[in-house]
């Protein structure tokens, strides 16, 4: 049994049970015991029955401790990358133009099919690293770019992977509803019947599935569309998540919702009856600025809208290599404060607490309090604002996850 105290550090809690200010604790004191928090307060209040030697005491010296960061929405393992696209895109094509072209997503899934599972698993860990040095301990990863059974079963598989060879906990996302492959052109009910919804029987059935998402838009898939996928979902117990509103308004969102959806994601042409739908589910909207920025979109999401209906937030990298290529979560909350004008308190909030939500893990996760895991980040800053302030640093001191 692990059975330590941290002293001398600012605790930024997120808990809802301290509503002001980060959820503030000056000079606290947290105590870990088999890998989940059993007391945490002020250094004053620490009851005497921890005074004894079998406690281990860590002296954090004043920095600031916050719970471990969480990217709830990712496409971290893929082949190949989309540079090229990134370079025409500056001159002028469009996200649209070059995935009508054969391009976007398509590319992707032809580097994809290519590599082995083994392959895949090599060429997503320098990402995963990349977001692990920055407090992150949990990550979604969605298939998606596979578009077969035996490819989509094989990114899932890779996705798992990573869960054995780092130390992070890893949620898989099924997303056979991504794009149409060539060989289904003008063919989306043969592909579904023939390809995703197989593939989700057969992923649920090997135990490679969290949750089932969908990219509801004119280049994907029509709500009709979609609703086949998550009453699959459904008959599997599998909860759903959507992109959505990112290129135009179909009522992805508001079609999610009517499923209980953990989220809905992008939302640039969320309107009003898609935020009062997502309130009455208490499914998490998250925003996702890598995207936004990559492709130098005009239209926000309807931040003010959410906020003013107490629709939870949730900030992601999008990690993906065309329309976010970005392995950052800090860089991510400053983007979201700088071009979304989210506070740095939502910001943080959207990669602990909200994130955890959007992940179905809101009752281990994502907030300090007594009872949830000992899943923590130490951070050498002062205030947790320092987090979405800095652009291009990392204030990282220690990941802590169960110690």
Known sequence: MTEKIYINTTLATLSPAISDDYGLIENGTIVISDGKIQ?????????????????????????????????CHTHLVYGGNRAREFELRLKGASYEEISRSGGGI??????????SESELVQDALPRLDALLSEGVATIEIKSGYGL?????????RAARQLEKLRSVRIKTTFLGAHALP????????EYLLEVCLPAMDLGAAENLIDAVDAFCEGIAFSPG?????????????LPVKIHSEQLSNLGGAALAASYGALSADHLEYLDEDGVQALKQSGSVAVILP???????????????????????????TDCNPGSSPL???????????????????????????????????????????VGKLAELAIWNVE???????????????QSIRGD
């Open 39 to 71: 007391w945490i307060g002020a250094a004053r209040d620490l009851p005497a029955t921890y005074s004894d030697d079998r406690w281990e005491r860590i002296d954090l010296q004043g920095r600031l401790t916050t719970p471990a960061l969480i990217d």
């Open 106 to 115: 398509m590319s992707t899934v032809r580097n994809t099919r290519e590599m």
């Open 148 to 156: 077969t059974i035996a490819d989509e079963l094989k990114m899932l």
């Open 182 to 189: 060539p060989e289904y052109a003008g063919r989306n009910n």
């Open 225 to 237: 569309e979609v609703k086949r996928v998550f009453d699959k979902a459904a008959e599997l117990s």
């Open 290 to 316: 890598g995207a936004f920025y990559t492709l130098r979109e005009s239209r926000l999401p309807p931040i003010d809208t959410l906020r003013s209906a107490g629709v939870p937030m949730a900030l992601a």
């Open 327 to 369: 392995t950052s979560l800090l860089l991510t909350m400053n983007m979201g404060c700088t071009l979304f004008k989210l506070t740095p308190e939502e910001a943080l909030t959207g990669t602990t607490r909200n994130a955890a939500q959007a992940l179905g893990l809101q009752n281990e996760i994502g907030v300090l309090e």
């Open 383 to 397: 205030h947790p604002s320092e987090l979405s302030y800095r652009v291009g640093f990392n204030p990282l001191y």
